[in-house]
């Protein structure tokens, strides 16, 4: 099986030693999405904010490896706060109004760069 390296200039570069996404046997795998703007800054902005951004730089990667959101299979969800829970689901239904991936929701101690979520995605990588 053959891997390629996905990448997108409309979403924050990698912050170490790691691609954006790979695409592999079908699927495209993304790297966790932090609520970073195109230059790798951490936006301003609630936690509202901080999602939004993560899923809008989980779709401009999705979107340079030809798929889209409505391709995701699973997603993980990692915040510092599980009280944000009910925040996200707002934001996150918006992305997701109809047959929404799979997910988990992990509370964890600290995100890099002092984010208050982070996303990850596997989507399937059909053919257009």
């Not at 993980?76 to 706060?81: A, K, L, R, S």
């Not at 239904?93 to 984010?115: D, H, I, M, T």
């Amino acid at each position: 099986m053959r891997k390629a390296v996905i990448s997108s200039e409309a979403a924050p570069p990698a912050i170490g030693p790691y691609s954006q996404a790979i695409l592999a046997g079908g699927f495209i795998f993304t790297s966790g999405q932090l609520p970073l703007d195109r230059e790798g800054k951490l936006i301003e902005g609630d936690i509202l904010a901080q999602a939004r951004q993560c899923l809008e730089n989980l779709k401009a990667i999705l979107e340079a490896a030809g798929a889209g959101l409505e391709d995701l299979v699973k997603v993980t969800v990692y915040v510092t706060d599980l009280r944000d829970f009910a925040a996200i689901n707002e934001v996150y239904a918006r992305y997701f109004p109809k047959e929404p991936p799979a997910r988990s929701f992990v509370q964890v101690a600290a995100l890099p760069k002092g984010a208050g979520i982070e996303l990850e995605g596997i989507a399937i990588k059909k053919a257009r």
